[in-house]
């Protein structure tokens, strides 16, 4: 079985996607870049790059012809990666705000805790202060409402965040969601598969232009999305409970 794979979904990130490759060859991990449609120069420049350069790991890549969202690249990257045979899959973002270099620490903890996933920390230092309070405040609120779903005490420190690393066996059945909150949904059912989960601190580049489209509206949205999930599970689970009997 292959050890590694790290899934970057991007869109029109042009500007960043080589400064993230280049930090990744230093790390032995293969790397899977899902394209979202992005209609800058950001499939030229990785096509470039990869013909030019010698990279130590295998490179796979998804070039998508329209904009179908980051759920639907985590989605088609994760089923590849599956189809591939990978032990443990990394998610993390193409605009160098996390960091490859994070990613043996993360690992580190992921066994020394002998843990199923690893969820990152932002250092809130680098996080403007509302993004600090909306951050802590989706995370305990999702916190507490996982518990209660579950049945079981789930604590994050940062919900919202999506540089992850999960065994891959876990994501075999994984719903993504259709918007924003595909990292509180994978959560949710990482969760209720009585996944052991542990965190471990990131450092982060902070981008303005990467939290200014996140707004109230979204929020309210992401929330609903989790809802909408929940009560489609529970009458799913029902539904089996009464077909068992």
Do not use: W
Request: charged content about 30%; proline content about 2%; overall charge positive.
């Amino acid at each position: 079985m292959k050890e590694s794979i790290v899934i970057i979904p991007i869109y029109n990130e042009e500007k960043n996607i080589l400064k993230v490759l280049k930090d990744l060859n230093t790390i032995p991990v293969d790397v899977l870049i899902v394209d979202d449609g992005s209609v800058d120069n950001t499939k030229k420049v990785i096509e470039e790059y990869l013909s030019r350069e010698e990279y130590k790991n295998k490179i796979y890549t998804i070039f998508k012809e329209k904009n179908e969202g980051k759920s639907e690249a985590l989605k088609s990257g994760t089923e590849l990666a599956l189809e591939l045979g990978y032990k443990y899959i990394v998610f993390m973002d193409g605009d160098y705000q996390h960091k490859p270099k994070d990613i043996p620490k993360m690992f580190k903890k992921l066994k020394e805790c002998k843990g199923d996933a690893v969820f990152g920390i932002r250092r809130y230092s680098s996080i403007p202060f509302h993004r600090q309070v909306s951050n802590f405040l989706a995370s305990v609120f999702m916190s507490v409402l996982i518990s209660l779903y579950v049945g079981k005490i789930y604590f994050f420190r940062d919900i919202q965040c999506g540089f992850r690393i999960i065994r891959a066996d876990l994501l075999k059945d994984i719903y993504f969601g259709e918007g924003y909150s595909v990292e509180h949904l994978v959560a949710i059912q990482l969760a209720k598969k009585r996944a052991k989960i542990v965190e471990e601190y990131i450092d982060v580049e902070y981008h303005p232009e990467a939290y200014s489209y996140i707004t109230t509206k979204k929020i309210f949205d992401v929330m609903v999305e989790v809802a909408k999930y929940m009560v489609t599970d529970l009458k799913n689970s029902l539904k089996l409970d009464v077909f068992k009997k």
